[in-house]
C-alpha cells in the first residue's frame, strides 16, 4: 500500500479534478456512473483513505456528531442513544457520547464535571452538531447560565434538545408528550375494578414527574376516584427507588388496589418489595408502568406499561439535527400515540379467566 498517497494523486491518475475525487469519496449524486467507477478503480488500487483532518479543513465537517445524555445504564437514555448510533453511522457520521452523571447514576457514580463542561468540549472537539437531552434540561426550572452555555453552542453549531421548550433557549426542540398514555393506564386499572390506585417514583422539580403525575391526577378525579394522599410516593427513576418507594406503602393502614410506577424500573422494584412481604402481583396489588423498557416481558409477572416509542424518538433527532447541519433544520414535535401493552401485572389475566 502507498502510504504517501494524496487525493491530489487519486484525481491525477484518474484524469479528474480533486473536486470531482472529493464527490466520489463523499457519495455525491451529482458524479457520472463512468467517473465514479474510475476513480473508485484508483483508490480501491492505492488503498487510500481521506485523511480526516484534512477533509475536515476543506469542507468545514469532521463528519461526527456529538451526545450528551444524563445517565446510559437509564434504559430510557440507552435506547434513545442506540437508535441515534445505528441512524448516525448510516448516514457515515461517528458519534461522541458524552454521559454526565447529572445527579448521579443507577450505580452511584459521580462525574467530576458540570453539564456546562460537557457543552465546552463538544465546541472544542469540532463536532458538527450535538443532541442533548435529560439533565439539567428535564428540571422545572432550567438554571440560567445553563441556557447561556447552550445558547452559546447553538450560535456555532446546530443543536437539538429533546425536551420541552425553554423560554429563551436558542436551540432546536424535539417536543414529546411526557404525559402521554397516562390517563388510559388509569383508565385501565379503574375499568379492572381498581378504584384506588396509587402512583409511585420520580423525582420533584422534574417535568416527566409534574406532567406525568398531573395527568394521573386528573384522571382519578374526572372518574370520580378519590386520590389518598399516603398512596403518592415520589423517590427516584430507578429499581432501588421502586422498592424504597413500595415499602414505604407497606408502613400504612392500608394499601391501594392498584399503584402505577413512572417506569418499568421503579415498577420493577415495586414488585420485589411486594413479593418480599409474603404478597403477589397482582392478586394482592395490580402494577402498571408509565414507560416501557426493553425486558420488561421477561418480568415476573409481565409487566403492562406504556410503550413510549423512545427509540423512534431518537431517531427523530438525529434526523432532525442532519437537516439542521445541511442548513434545513427547525423544530418539531412529536406526534405520536403511545401505545397500552396490557400483560399480566394490572390483573387482566386473571379477570379474563374468572
Not at 448510516?90 to 443507577?106: A, F, K, M, P, R
Not at 452559546?152 to 402521554?180: D, K, T, W, Y
Not at 403525575?213 to 378519590?226: C, D, I, K, V
Request: include cysteine; charged fraction near 20%; glycine fraction near 8%.
Amino acid at each position: 500500500m502507498d502510504v504517501k498517497t494524496t487525493i491530489y494523486d487519486i484525481a491525477k491518475e484518474s484524469g479528474v479534478s480533486v473536486t470531482t475525487v472529493s464527490r466520489v469519496l463523499n457519495n455525491n449524486p451529482l458524479v457520472s456512473d463512468n467517473t465514479r467507477r474510475k476513480v473508485l478503480d484508483v483508490v480501491d488500487k492505492h488503498q487510500y483513505t481521506p485523511n480526516s483532518i484534512a477533509r475536515a479543513m476543506t469542507s468545514k465537517q469532521t463528519k461526527t456528531i456529538g451526545v450528551i445524555l444524563p445517565d446510559i445504564s437509564n434504559p430510557y437514555f440507552s435506547a434513545l442513544f442506540l437508535e441515534i448510533e445505528r441512524f448516525t453511522l448510516e448516514q457515515q457520521y461517528s458519534v461522541i457520547l458524552y454521559n454526565t452523571l447529572y445527579g448521579g447514576s443507577s450505580h452511584g457514580v459521580q462525574s467530576p464535571f458540570g453539564e456546562i463542561r460537557y457543552l465546552e468540549m463538544m465546541r472544542e472537539n469540532c463536532v458538527d452538531g450535538v443532541i442533548v437531552t435529560g439533565g439539567q434540561l428535564d428540571l422545572s426550572e432550567t438554571p440560567a447560565e445553563y441556557v447561556a452555555a447552550l445558547n452559546n453552542l447553538a450560535r456555532i453549531m446546530p443543536v437539538v434538545v429533546i425536551g420541552q421548550h425553554i423560554a429563551g433557549c436558542e436551540c432546536l426542540f424535539l417536543h414529546r408528550n411526557l404525559s402521554g398514555g397516562v390517563p388510559a393506564l388509569v383508565m385501565h386499572l379503574a375499568t379492572l375494578g381498581h378504584h384506588r390506585i396509587g402512583f409511585i417514583g420520580g423525582e420533584r422539580g422534574i417535568r416527566q414527574t409534574i406532567s406525568r403525575q398531573r395527568a394521573y391526577r386528573q384522571t382519578m378525579e374526572s372518574l370520580g376516584l378519590a386520590i389518598h394522599p399516603e398512596d403518592v410516593v415520589m423517590s427516584n427513576f430507578y429499581t432501588q427507588d421502586g422498592y424504597e418507594a413500595m415499602s414505604k406503602l407497606f408502613e400504612n393502614d392500608s394499601l391501594p388496589q392498584a399503584v402505577i410506577a413512572i417506569n418499568d424500573n421503579v415498577a420493577i422494584g415495586a414488585i420485589r418489595a411486594i413479593n418480599d412481604q409474603g404478597m403477589r402481583v397482582p392478586e394482592n396489588i395490580a402494577i402498571a408502568s408509565c414507560d416501557m423498557f426493553a425486558g420488561s416481558e421477561f418480568c415476573t409477572p409481565r409487566l403492562t406499561t406504556l410503550d413510549q416509542q423512545n427509540g423512534y424518538l431518537g431517531q427523530l433527532a438525529i434526523r432532525m439535527l442532519m437537516s439542521a447541519i445541511s442548513d434545513v433544520g427547525e423544530g418539531i414535535r412529536v406526534k405520536h400515540t403511545p401505545q397500552l401493552v396490557i400483560r399480566e401485572s394490572c390483573g387482566a389475566k386473571l379477570k379474563d379467566n374468572h
